[in-house]
Each structure stands twice: as structure tokens, then as C-alpha cells.
């Protein structure tokens, strides 16, 4: 644990699942580096629950690369009774033939053998990470609202009000992990390139006749695409996380109905592969747009998770790609450690952008095209949605690729 006050090695700011996730990487993988966790919010009881918006009621779709993550740091155990495993996954565009499935490889590693990952409530998520970081020599300050920040060439001076009045802390790295629109990118000057998709993502926690026997849906409507994740039973009943990406009208009007006929558009909508929708949950909606920092990383300064980019939910990748970021800082420090580097030296932290610019490129970019594609109207667009669906089916190395990048094994 270290003093407020003193200098430490890494101050990460925000403590929302892409914070605590790093927090939790550094301290195993950097067991020499100081660390403290700041978050602008009252932090709840960890053995209650996490009053922090990114634990809400929501679904986190964990790919297989990240489920091996999280063993490697020892929390498979308390996450899997929580999480429902997705063993399948069917893609298929509403009013045409063409689909296409995706089946986990059993031979993969014995833990996940016939999983393409996972299914977690965040509300399930966030008491996990934070029961393990209690046992861990992190420090974690909260509430703290950061209001100062000072870059030098030692490091970054960091000031705040806390319940307790005035805070300060230096340290060699600063980690800005508060979230999309980040107050913080903003004192610093860091731009983003935007994108407003004009589109809300309507979510809701349905209740299905028959079990979803570990099968995830995406299907493309004509209001857009359409998320159905399998979720652990509950008092008996089987349940299934909905994400139904709409337009900013068609979402308006979805939201203002009463639940059954809700539950009676996405039936019409989705279909019957899933059986029975029998009712639905509390309806929420969130407005979505592309963000991407043009910088990610200066010297002694890193973004992470939303602040650093902020994607389309179509493929479910935005906390996997997070999560692989952290992985890679935190070994990218490590390795950085054993030679005596500062962790926030700019060759180490230009080492971990140059190794995480693809993937972020690949996943970026598939986030951002498909919804356009499967939205664009007219013949060819849908004959281009059937080529390339129907080129999955047929071309068995095309397809172990797509699986290998969704399922985020390019640790």
C-alpha cells in the first residue's frame, strides 16, 4: 500500500471495469510497482455490490481470450457460477436464406473446451474484481474527483477532492481509464475522432420458454442488428440479454410501449429460434457513437478502455479489446521493469502502442462497417450480405480466422 501524498509508480483513474481489470493485471504482473486506484464515486461494500455505472444491470458477451485471462488471475472460479457459456453462436439476416454458425473448438484449452466465451451480468462482474482487489497491495481511493493534473518529466501530479477534502499524489504513470467523454482527455488536450451513428442500443433482460442451450443470436433487421446472449437461470427461469440496435427514432418509439407489446415486436422481430419470449425486463436505451483518442499513449500518460475507444456493441468487443490493452501494458511494464525502465518511459509505452495498433485497427474497423452494411437497403447490399455470409459457410480458414480474432486469442 503506499501514502497519499508520496510518489508512486501508477495512478490509474477511473475504477470501472477497465480500471480494476488493469489494476488487477498490474499487480500480478508487476508485483514490484506501487499502484493506486482512484474513482470519482463512492465505491460500495465489495462483498455487497459495486455502485458504479459500468457494473449496472447490462451483459458483458467475454470472449474466450478474456475468460483465460481472468483464470490466469485466478477469478474463473468466482466468475463462472455468474456466467452462462456460449458454445454457439448464429448469425442470419431477417428475410433471407443464408446464415452462418460458429462452434467453439473443443480442443481448445480443457477449462473453456466448447466455449466461445461467456456471458456476464456487470452488476456480477464488478464485486468480483474488487473482492480480489482488496486482497491485493493497490490502494484505492474513492471518492476522488480529479481536478489536477500536471504533466512533468518525472511523471504526472494528480489533485483531488475526496469526502475527506483535499488529495494530491505524483506518479511516474498516469493510466486515464474514466470513460468515454473523459474529463480528464479534455485538461489534457487529447482529441478524438468521432462518429455519431444516430442509433441507440435498446437493452433489456428477456425471459424465454425453453433454455438457450449456450447459443448466442445476432440478427440483422431492418431496424438493425439484433443481440440475443444466452444468461445464467434465475428463480427458474430461463433468460436471455437483449441488445437491439435502432435507429434514433424506431428506439423511441420502441421504448415508449408497454412491455408485453414490446415483447411482441422483438418476437416478430427476431423470430422463434429462440422459442417463446415470455416477458421483459426493465428497458433501458444508451445513444452510440465511434470514439477513437488520436493519441493513446505520451510520455508518462496512457489512455485506456472507453477514453481510448469507444465502439459499436454490434460484435460484443469493447471490453475484449480492453482487456487485451491491459494485458499488454501491464507485460509491456513488467518487461520494462526488469531492465529498470520507468514505467512511464515513452520507448516502453511506444512499444506497447506499436504491439496493439492491428488488433485495435481490425476490431475497430469490423465494429464500425458491419452495422452500416447489414443497415444499407437495396439488392446489392443484401447480395453482398449473402456473399459474404455464405463465404464463412464455405471457407473453413476464413471462418477460423473471424473465430480466432472474435474470440480474442491474439494475446
Known sequence: MVKLGSRIDVAIVGGGMAGASLALLLAKFCPNLSVALLEQRPLMDPGASIALPSFDTRATALAAGSLQLFDELGLWPQLKPYCAPISRVRVSDRGRAAGVAFTADKQRRA???????????????????????????????????????????????????????????????????????????????????????????????????RDHGGVAYERFTDRGPMAMLPLPRRDGSHRMALVWTCPEEDAGELQALAPAAFVQRVQSAFGWRAGRILRSGELQGYPLSLHVAWEQWRRNLVLLGNCAHFLHP???????????????????????????????????LEEYGRARRLDQ?????????VPALFAAPGLLAGGLRQAGLLGLNLAPSLRASFIGQAAGFGL
Request: proline letters at 4%.
Open 314 to 348: 454490434v460484435a460484443g468487443q469493447g471490453f475484449n479489446l480492453t482487456l487485451r490493452d491491459s494485458y499488454h501494458l501491464a507485460t509491456t511494464l513488467a518487461a520494462g521493469c526488469c531492465t529498470g525502465e520507468s514505467p512511464g518511459q515513452l520507448n516502453l
Open 361 to 369: 485497427q481490425l476490431t475497430i474497423g469490423f465494429s464500425d462497417r
Open 111 to 209: 477449462s473453456f473446451a466448447g466455449m466461445l466465451g461467456a456471458v456476464i451480468e456487470n452488476a456480477a462482474l464488478g464485486p468480483v474484481l474488487y473482492r480480489a482487489l482488496a486482497r491485493l497491495p493497490v490502494t484505492l481511493v474513492s471518492p476522488a474527483q480529479v481536478e489536477r493534473v500536471r504533466v512533468c518529466d518525472q511523471g504526472v501530479d494528480l489533485g483531488w477532492q475526496g469526502e475527506d477534502g483535499p488529495g494530491c499524489l505524483a506518479a511516474r504513470l498516469l493510466v486515464v481509464a474514466d470513460g468515454v467523454d473523459s474529463p480528464l482527455c479534455r485538461q489534457l488536450g487529447i482529441e478524438t475522432e468521432r462518429v455519431e451513428y444516430r442509433q441507440r442500443a435498446l437493452v433489456a433482460t428477456l425471459a424465454t420458454q
